[in-house]
């Protein structure tokens, strides 16, 4: 099998549709993308290049990088994506860990090799040429690896995640139901680079974010619109930060449909964007880096009786786990397992605080506390070692988000104190101090509440506990 064989299916029936489209307007269709990384790959094979090596890559969020990726795959090279709101640091902590023997760089990525001496000495270099020549399809088993990727670190070190071209293949079709469109010629706006990935294999085409992916808290939501509505994007793929700059226009959005997740998708954000763009149909998708999707919910779907339990405090729902996923609560965490769940992490020392074996099967804990109410649906209580005065952190947080004037909260233990800190207008501080006394939490007001590098979309916790 190879993880490439659906989208060069796609290819061949698409043709010259678009399949990814720049912020500049340069596109490429599904059958130039099939040629372009058949040539690359012949090229890169003629350097040397064989099946199973690793490839660390530092290309720019573009067509390029998609050539590039179905090129390794083609000769089943392993691809190794450093977390890009890591920066330098992150990457250097990705050469360590996948210790890979190939760089494969583009625009002034190249000059990276000048500033880590590691790249230095790695043996072959390699950029996004094409050959005269070309190189076909690996047949490669379901376990060959794929891809190496890494979490996000924020709640703790990064730790590498090896996906073979079987799982990928899983985590494919767990999504497809979600993704697949209703209509033909769908264009989606995507800001997660691996559901490109998926869409490519559904035959959707992707148009690329026109802000900094880094800096999502500087995007310009009438940019957003105005580039969308230009292209005919009619679907959105971006995390809340973005559904967050979307919520404060006056005007619709350009989307019949947003996907949502990354981060907790908040219920005065739903209301919000719904209140804004009636007819927008939002989907909330609940999962993680070693499992994406576990669970979700469309918003139409939240009734007056959930909207009343978040805001007393009962928790933020998910919605019933995906068909694909098997989801438990093992003392009052989730965990989750499935093809599309992963099983062990690249360094298996890391695999000891994360996964659990529950009748000889191998189950991922999420470090997320929840419950099922008698529906079966999932509610997310917030990180399982995030408790503060007995209390969980979305239980305050869901309820204190719906206080007049808070525009963010988070609930922190501080010196053996339950802490909630609120981020939003000081008028209304003496009223946020009485509601909180009442749940015995203290109230520190902030001009900004840190969030998670690379979506901005998670409270920094440890950040958050320094600056208090």
């Not at 006394?437 to 979506?455: K, M």
């Amino acid at each position: 099998m190879n993880i490439l064989a659906d989208f060069l299916a796609r290819a061949e029936s698409f043709g010259a549709r678009a399949a990814i489209i720049e912020p500049g307007g340069r596109s490429i269709g599904f059958a130039e993308l099939a040629a372009r990384s058949d040539r690359v790959a012949a090229a890169w094979r003629a350097q040397g290049l064989r099946e199973g090596m690793r490839v660390i890559l530092a290309l720019p969020l573009g067509i390029e990088l998609y050539v590039g990726l179905a090129a390794l795959w083609r000769l089943g090279a392993v691809a190794v994506f450093p977390e890009p709101a890591m920066g330098l640091k992150g990457f250097r902590a990705a050469l360590a860990a996948s210790a890979p023997q190939a760089f494969l760089a583009g625009g002034w990525y190249r000059a990276l090799r000048f500033l880590l001496p590691d790249l230095w000495r790695m043996p072959m270099q390699l950029r996004v040429r094409e050959g005269d020549d070309t190189a076909g399809l690996a047949d490669l088993s379901p376990e060959a690896p794929a891809l190496i990727s890494f979490t996000s670190g924020s709640t703790g070190a990064p730790k590498a995640i090896s996906r073979s071209h079987g799982f990928l293949a899983a985590q494919n079709a767990a999504v497809a139901p979600m993704l697949t469109p209703e209509r033909g010629g769908e264009i989606d706006l995507v800001a997660f680079p691996v559901f490109v990935v998926a869409n490519l294999a559904l035959g959707v085409a992707s148009l690329l974010p026109n802000w900094k992916l880094t800096d999502p808290r500087g995007a310009d939501p009438a940019a957003i619109c105005a580039y969308a509505a230009r292209h005919g994007a009619g679907r959105a793929l971006v995390p809340p930060s973005i559904c967050e700059a979307l919520a404060g226009m006056s005007a619709p959005t350009p989307f019949a449909q947003i996907f949502t997740g990354g981060g907790p998708v908040y219920p005065d954000l739903i209301a919000r964007l719904r209140a804004i763009h009636p007819q927008l149909r939002l989907t909330v998708v609940y999962g993680s880096t070693e499992a994406e999707p576990i669970a979700q919910l469309d918003a139409e779907e939240i009734s007056d009786a959930d909207w009343a339990a978040m805001r007393a405090g009962q928790g933020l729902l998910a919605g019933p786990p995906v068909p694909c996923a098997r989801v438990k609560i093992h003392d009052d965490e989730i965990v989750v397992t499935g093809d599309h769940v992963n099983k062990g992490y690249l360094d298996p020392s890391r695999d000891a605080s994360t996964k659990l074996r529950i009748a000889g099967e191998i189950w991922h804990r999420t470090g997320d506390a929840g419950r099922f109410d008698g529906a079966g649906r999932l509610w997310l209580l917030g990180r399982i070692d995030g408790k503060a005065g007995g209390l969980y952190p979305f239980a305050v947080e869901c309820a204190a988000r719906t206080w007049p004037g808070v525009r963010r909260a988070a609930l922190i233990e501080k010196g053996g104190r339950a802490v909630l800190a609120l981020e939003g207008e000081a008028t209304h501080e003496s009223d946020w101090r009485a509601r909180a006394a009442s749940l015995g939490v203290e109230v520190r007001r902030l001009a900004a509440i840190p969030l998670d590098r690379r979506h901005a979309s998670k409270v920094d916790y440890a950040a958050l506990r320094a600056r208090l």
